[in-house]
């Protein structure tokens, strides 16, 4: 919008958090609650977006630039009051040119609330041309918030602070949710008359409405809809409550686009993930960070992934997972764990109790058992026998192993890395590969098995296990010398 300056507060310490983190960058939904207000600014295409910080600032200030390039950052010093900070602000604005038409002033900490929400509120105060909009909410609990005092009329009169209140005002459920709009103009001939004069002794930002009621300016209200967007978190409980709230809003979102969520209370799907058409997600599942699932696939029950790709018709069962592409087709778990760097191909697959990192899968390759896949390349079509090692760590660097096309390895083998297997190679059960194998040889573990006949009714006699032995040879061992 032309003319639009949106100022957010960020100064506050928010002590109830408890935390050494300040509280707006607490996050929610995979993303800090500041960057979830500066989305729903952003999306109002203001002119200039003034951030007021004060506590914490080293954190908060580079945060909001990282998120929001060309904000002005307005530094608050003492946290006098919302009025006190949007002072400040309007000085740092003025540093970028005359603020002019509108501004709009919110609070940091309020995640929930929407672009859309916000842009209806500008478009409606610009077009009514009055000195102060207020957003405001109806509540069934509206303590600590302050109250709309409206006059016989029904115009807004003041707002009324919670400890500032009368009894018959804090009866009011119409609070001010902390988002107000204003003429420019007015807000710069206000700001200077503000007082301290009241129970907290702060500049309050909401006294402007009793100035513009007193320069005989218009003042008026717009009622949200939904209260939840104006909701902010001062606390952990509100923290996880709000995480909650929009949690549903963001996986009601994508049942509507085709995805079927099974239990969307235990389903948890942060703000940056992409998901297709027709994916299932089962319960107990988290889909973070940047991943994306494409259609047809399956994810979870029980499955964390961070910053995934998860292709088309995949399955991903009782897994955690992150940096990782599973190829379209492929299936994994349950009980897998994809660390970064994974990547399999099509239709391949990694079964129960598997770990892999920086390893890279063929088409159609697998590792179905109980194995360490760390540092490798698998060729298509391979198949790794159960319990396999890729030995990538030699206690000082780490090594890559590469095995071909087609290969067959056995059971319980151990690769020592760097080292390579040929296509269409195989492996004996229990092989330790420390040389590079040809294509298409066999690999015939070391030792040849020794059998020591009657070693145990010799050495274990008058055991349960020599009876055992006995039992089923019919054989007799001679008591020798233990010591032997
Ligand atoms: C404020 C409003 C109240 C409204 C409520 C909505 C005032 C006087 N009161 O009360 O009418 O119902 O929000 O949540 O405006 N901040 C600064 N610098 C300061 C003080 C505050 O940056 O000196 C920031 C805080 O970090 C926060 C926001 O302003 O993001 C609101 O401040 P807070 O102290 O939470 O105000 P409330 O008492 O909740
Ligand atoms: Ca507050």
Not at 38 to 52: D, S, T
Not at 139 to 145: R, S
Not at 340 to 361: I, R
Not at 392 to 413: E, I, L, P
Request: hydrophobic share 40%; with cysteine; proline share 4%.
């Amino acid at each position: 919008m032309d003319n639009l300056t949106v100022i957010v507060l960020a100064a506050g310490g928010g002590t109830r958090m408890k935390s050494k983190t300040m509280k707006v960058l607490h996050p929610v939904a995979g993303r800090s609650m500041i960057a979830h207000v500066l989305r729903a600014v952003q999306a109002v295409e203001p002119e200039r977006i003034v951030a007021v910080v004060g506590h914490q600032r080293d954190q908060v200030g580079p945060h909001i630039t990282s998120l929001v390039p060309d904000a002005v950052l307005a530094v608050q010093e003492t946290q006098d009051g919302t009025g006190h900070a949007v002072r400040i602000a309007m000085e740092a604005a003025a540093t970028r040119g005359e603020v002019t038409g509108t501004v709009i002033v919110s609070a940091g900490d309020t995640p929930m609330l929407r672009g859309e929400s916000l842009r209806a509120f500008a478009r409606e105060h610009t077009d009514s041309g009055r000195a102060v909009s207020i957003l405001t909410g109806r509540v069934a609990d509206p303590t600590g918030y302050g109250r709309i005092v409206r006059g016989a009329d029904g115009s807004v009169v003041a707002i009324v602070e919670e400890k500032d209140a009368t009894e018959a005002q804090r009866a009011i459920d119409e609070i001010n949710s902390g988002i107000l709009a204003f003429d420019a103009a007015f807000l710069a001939r206000a700001l200077p008359r503000l007082s301290n004069a009241n129970a907290n002794g702060e500049y309050y930002l909401t006294d402007t409405v009793s100035i513009a009621r007193a320069d005989g300016l218009t003042v008026g209200a717009h009622l949200i809809d939904d209260v939840s967007e104006t909701e902010g978190a001062n606390d952990r409980a509100q923290l996880a409550e709000l995480g909650r709230q929009l949690n549903a809003r963001i996986v009601k979102a994508w049942m509507k686009e085709g995805v079927t969520v099974m239990d969307p209370a235990t389903t948890w799907i942060e703000d940056d993930v992409v998901l297709e058409r027709d994916v299932t997600i089962l319960p107990n599942t988290q889909l973070l960070g940047a991943t994306v699932v494409r259609e047809d696939a399956v994810v979870g029950p029980d499955t964390t992934l961070k910053d995934c790709e998860v292709g088309a018709g995949a399955r991903v069962v009782r897994t955690h997972g992150e940096l990782a592409v599973v190829g379209d087709g492929a299936t994994v778990g349950p009980f897998s764990y994809l660390r970064p760097g994974t990547q399999l191909g099509a239709t391949s697959k990694v079964g129960a109790f598997v770990e892999t990192k920086n390893a890279v899968l063929g088409e159609g390759a697998k590792v179905p058992h109980l194995s360490y896949v760390g540092d490798a390349t698998i060729g298509e079509a391979t198949n790794i026998g159960a319990g396999t090692i890729f030995a990538n760590y030699d206690g000082v660097s780490k090594h890559r192993t590469v095995v071909g096309a087609h290969a067959r390895t056995g059971s319980n083998n151990t690769f020592v890395a760097p080292v390579t297997i040929g296509d269409g190679a195989a492996t004996g059960g229990g092989a330790v590969v420390r040389q590079d194998v040809p294509p298409g040889a066999l690999v015939v573990p070391g030792a040849t098995q020794r059998v020591i006949e009657n070693w145990v009714l010799r050495r274990r006699p008058g055991t349960k296990q020599a009876e055992a032995a006995e039992g089923a040879t019919g054989a007799h061992g001679e008591s020798v010398d233990p010591q032997q």
